[in-house]
């Protein structure tokens, strides 16, 4: 079974621009995590969807912001980039039973972005 | 709220020494709690996890962790270090928020192996 797909793997962009990354869930899992890597914060939940509805949400500015597909395919955006948005997101997914998402987590290989 | 605290952010053994990464966590429940490992330029992988079931749990590549509720503590140990284990990993908790578990991240211990 194919892992979790994230693309574009690299992307530099300049500072006032806006970027969409992409995630494809492992088949069958259909609720979708977002997470940012930094060197100085580490790693961070942003938000997660599940059935095309944001579910859970972290503490992160307006400017980020996400959505999932029919086919549990997920986007996230972020406006007006900063040179602090300068990271690696992971996108994971997850399993959902009974409406409840599974314990495990799974992780794309991310996407660096590189803010100038 | 929850967290997930991992003491020293680099670690360096012998090869074929005993590995021992800490992670405490701070929670008045007890959280499912998971290792992950991440290797330069890649995603997180999962090592193993505990979900309230056997308190010694057995991973992938001969990693076990063990959960001690007296200590708050699920430290990740492998008896014999290979210098295939260098890399970063990641100690992390969950809790239930709106029927979905988002996971809380220790900082990370970057692990080098010498030959």
């Known amino acids: 079974k194919a892992g979790v797909t994230q693309t574009p793997r690299y992307l530099i962009k300049t500072r006032g621009q806006q970027v969409t990354l992409s995630c494809s869930p492992i088949?069958?899992?259909?609720?979708v995590s977002w997470y940012q890597q930094t060197p100085g914060q580490g790693l961070q939940f942003l938000f997660e969807?599940?059935?095309?509805?944001?579910?859970n949400k972290g503490n992160f500015p307006g400017r980020f912001s996400g959505r999932q597909f029919s086919n549990s395919r997920s986007e996230m955006n972020v406006s007006t980039l900063e040179l602090g948005d300068s990271a690696l997101y992971l996108c994971?997914?997850?399993?959902?039973?009974?409406?409840?998402?599974?314990?495990?987590?799974?992780f794309g290989p991310g996407t660096r972005l590189t803010v100038t | 709220a929850q967290s997930v605290t991992q003491l020293g952010s680099h670690v360096s053994v012998s090869e074929g020494a005993l590995v021992l990464l800490r992670c405490n966590y701070s929670?008045?429940?007890?959280?499912?709690l998971f290792w992950y490992v991440q290797y330069p330029n890649q995603g997180l992988q999962l090592l193993l996890k505990y979900t309230s079931a056997a308190t010694l749990v057995k991973g992938i590549n001969g990693f076990e962790a063990e959960f001690k509720k007296s200590e708050t503590s699920f430290h990740l140990t492998k008896p014999s270090a290979h210098m295939s284990d260098a890399a970063e990993y990641f100690c992390?908790?969950?809790?239930?928020?709106?029927?979905?578990?988002?996971?809380?991240f220790g900082k990370g211990t970057k692990l080098s192996v010498i030959p």
């Open positions: 994971a997914s997850s399993l959902v039973i009974a409406g409840r998402t599974t314990y495990e987590q799974y």
């Open positions: 992390a908790g969950t809790y239930s928020g709106a029927g979905s578990y988002q996971l809380t």
């Open positions: 969807y599940f059935s095309e509805t944001q579910r």
């Open positions: 929670s008045s429940v007890p959280p499912y």
């Open positions: 088949s069958g899992h259909r609720s």
